[in-house]
């Protein structure tokens, strides 16, 4: 089954006859993802995949008509934050936005205005979630996991890849592996996944890949020391970034000396997690 | 994206926050204009964008336009942190009875704006926020209600600000809130937020950062971006999407996704090399924008090799080495070039670049290992 995403997701995408959305929807469909309905204003009533996905003017047309209980969002920046109130006002109770760039001060709005309808979001600026052989949500690239007994959950995008590409080599498989993405303000947090982890029957060891900026590792080392009987194994991007600069992610970036990684490595060693020196290395912790 | 004080203030003021006169200058002469302009003593102002200007001597009282003006041209020959300075503003000196600090940014653990006040206001803020972080009040702001008039009271109540100051703190508040909110600000602050000695409160000093990712609506606020202030090589890399800052190290780094540029660099360090800087080319790997970056890379002459770590997921790792190769062709790169291609088709991908004279690696820590050996060989 894995966590959050599994062959029972029925999945619409927001975006869907843009270049990412299309291109990715069309990705999805051949990994196997039930994808029932896309959604672009304007364009309600066309089709595409030849004719295997309806499009339609809003979420609450295409939710009504396909019973979709998740989304995935491919639309630009400036129209992602609507696009996320679209999907929680139609009552669309799983959220993925793949989006990068949305302003944080809109993240916050949406932050505030799900968490009070109780609505589940996964990013913004994230790769989405992969619960291999089941379900592919968002742009992780299907080929480069198998199934297996591993969550994975990471702020990273292309960084996570080079972890299932690893575990593959290692015949190791994954769960379900959740991309939260890597902005200051997002859905879903490590804590959040970690308990998923915890109580997902599937999932018997996990890899947690985190980075400079804020304090998410710190807590999730919280937990992880107080309330988790799972092996964890983990790695920390940024040693050697210079403070006070953003490095690519919005959200990774050390503010008044808070956010290192040596914190965070610290703070997760004296959890009992085994922190890798290099990527390559985390597999190998699990052992 | 920093504004400096003089634009910090100036749209602080579009919010109804009481900011002293005065101008901006570029040249003494300007500055004595200004300082005859306003009469009376004036403060001369460097405006660069990094804190403690004062410490570094970059700002001074002037008691008449004389003086403004000899000031203005010691000011403006000086270097703080580096930055040559290149204007100063002039502003109308306040007779000071108390200072204020006074500033919003984003909580992100919270997931909401907070608002900061401190009585103990003026040079030290974040020396306050270390040594007696209790003298700082904080109050989150819910981001789709706004700030509310009664946390404006609670605020200056809690700061021990005087009754009679209360309505006009309430009004600064607000405008800081609104500036904030209507900038897609991350910091706005006003430190010190004075109390002059005729009873009037006065934003003396502003600061801003706006968030990059909102730019898009702020075509205003674009416009006043000082690229004079940073790496000549960060502004060409903003015109072709790079994500790139530069290092003080020797080998370049050119990767795909920024967690796993992070990693490259700490990874050539965990093997006793140095990162000349951080480059993110994101998704796919044309042709042009590779060689964008390379061009990018190797303006620096302490660049002794550089480092591509590229995964291919869906961009295929073939399509990646023909970028690259494309790239060299146009380049013609000098220092030694080591390759690691991971993900699919990564057995063609590398055997193209093998071809070309490229050192290729399996892993991440082989290729680094690599170009800091030929780093040093070089």
């Known amino acids: 089954m894995g966590i959050l995403v599994n062959k029972n997701t029925r999945l619409l995408v927001q975006g869907i006859t843009g270049n990412e959305g299309l291109f990715h929807t069309t990705h999805m469909v051949a990994y196997g993802t039930n994808v029932v309905a896309g959604v672009t204003p304007g364009k309600g009533g066309e089709w595409v995949l030849e004719g295997k996905v309806p499009v339609f003017d809003s979420v609450k047309l295409a939710a009504e008509a396909t019973g979709a209980n998740a989304s995935v969002i491919f639309v630009p920046a400036r129209f992602a934050?609507?696009?996320?109130?679209?999907?929680?006002?139609?009552?669309?109770?799983?959220?993925?936005?793949?989006?990068?760039?949305?302003?944080?001060?809109?993240?916050?709005?949406?932050?505030?205005?799900?968490?009070q309808k109780g609505v589940r979001l996964v990013g913004p600026n994230c790769p989405g979630l992969l619960t291999p052989g089941e379900a592919k949500v968002g742009i992780i690239p299907g080929n480069i996991a198998i199934p297996g007994n591993v969550g994975v959950v990471s702020r990273s995008g292309t960084l996570t890849y080079e972890v299932l590409y690893a575990m593959k080599l290692l015949n190791m498989g994954a769960s379900t592996c959740v991309g939260i993405g890597g902005d200051p303000v997002n859905g879903t947090n490590f804590l959040d996944v970690l308990e998923m982890f915890e109580h997902d029957p599937k999932t018997e060891k996990v890899i947690m890949i985190g980075e400079i900026g804020g304090t998410d590792e710190e807590k999730a080392a919280e937990y992880i020391s107080a309330k988790m009987t799972k092996l964890v194994a983990s790695f920390i991007a940024g040693q050697t970034a210079p403070p006070g600069k953003r490095m690519g992610h919005a959200g990774a970036i050390i503010e008044g000396g808070a956010g290192t990684a040596a914190d965070k490595i610290k703070a997760l060693e004296a959890a009992g997690v085994r922190v890798a020196k290099h990527p390559e290395e985390i597999p190998t912790l699990l052992k | 994206m920093k504004l400096h004080e003089y634009q910090s203030k100036q749209i602080f003021s579009k919010y109804s926050v009481p900011i002293p006169k005065g101008r901006v200058a570029a040249t003494a002469s300007e500055?004595?204009?200004?300082?005859?302009?306003?009469?009376?003593?004036?403060?001369?102002?460097?405006?660069?964008?990094?804190?403690?200007?004062?410490?570094?001597?970059?700002?001074?009282?002037?008691?008449?336009?004389?003086?403004?003006?000899?000031?203005?041209?010691?000011?403006?020959?000086?270097?703080i942190k580096g930055l040559p300075v290149r204007k100063v503003l002039v502003d109308e000196a306040a007779a000071i009875e108390q200072e204020i600090y006074l500033g919003i940014t984003n909580d992100r653990a919270a997931r909401k704006p907070v608002m900061m006040a401190s009585a103990a206001g003026g040079v030290d803020i974040e020396e306050v926020a270390v040594t007696t972080p209790e003298k700082i009040i904080k109050a989150h702001i819910d981001p789709l209600l706004g700030l509310r008039d009664y946390q404006s009271r609670d605020i200056a109540a809690s700061i021990d600000l005087s009754r009679d100051y209360w309505r006009d703190f309430g009004k600064i508040a607000k405008g800081l809130w609104e500036a904030y909110k209507a900038s897609d600000a991350t910091l706005a602050e006003i430190n010190p937020l004075v109390i002059t000695k005729d009873k009037r409160l006065v934003a003396l000093d502003g600061k801003m950062l706006i968030d990059d990712n909102a730019l898009f609506r702020h075509p205003d606020l674009v416009e006043m971006r000082d690229t004079d202030e940073e790496a000549p090589s960060e502004t060409e890399a903003r015109k072709y999407g790079l994500s790139f800052i530069k290092l003080d190290g020797n080998i370049g780094c050119m990767v795909n996704g920024a967690g796993l540029a992070m990693t490259s660099m700490d990874v050539i360090k965990l093997f006793g090399g140095e990162p000349a800087n951080f480059l993110d080319i994101g998704g796919g790997a044309s042709a042009d924008k590779v060689a964008a970056a390379m061009r990018i890379i190797l303006e620096d002459s302490n660049v002794k090799a550089v480092l591509y770590n590229i995964f291919g997921g869906i961009t295929r790792c073939d399509e990646v080495a023909k970028g690259i190769l494309a790239a060299m062709e146009e380049v013609k790169p000098k220092v030694p070039m080591v390759v690691r291609l991971v993900g699919t088709n990564a057995l063609e991908g590398r055997a193209l670049l093998a071809n070309a004279n490229m050192i290729t690696a399996e892993t991440l820590a082989d290729a680094a290992q690599k170009a800091v050996a030929v780093a040093k060989g070089a």
Do not use: H, W
């Not at chain 1, 929680?88 to 505030?112: F, K, S």
């Not at chain 2, 500055?31 to 001369?44: C, H, N, P, S, T």
């Not at chain 2, 200007?53 to 336009?65: H, S, T, Y």
């Open chain 1, 81 to 115: 934050a609507d696009a996320m109130f679209e999907a929680a006002d139609a009552g669309i109770p799983l959220i993925v936005c793949i989006t990068e760039g949305v302003p944080v001060q809109d993240m916050m709005r949406v932050r505030n205005y799900l968490d």
């Open chain 2, 31 to 79: 500055a004595r204009q200004i300082a005859e302009e306003l009469g009376g003593r004036v403060v001369i102002k460097s405006q660069v964008l990094v804190g403690g200007r004062g410490k570094a001597g970059g700002i001074k009282l002037a008691k008449d336009p004389n003086e403004a003006e000899q000031l203005a041209t010691q000011i403006l020959a000086m270097e």
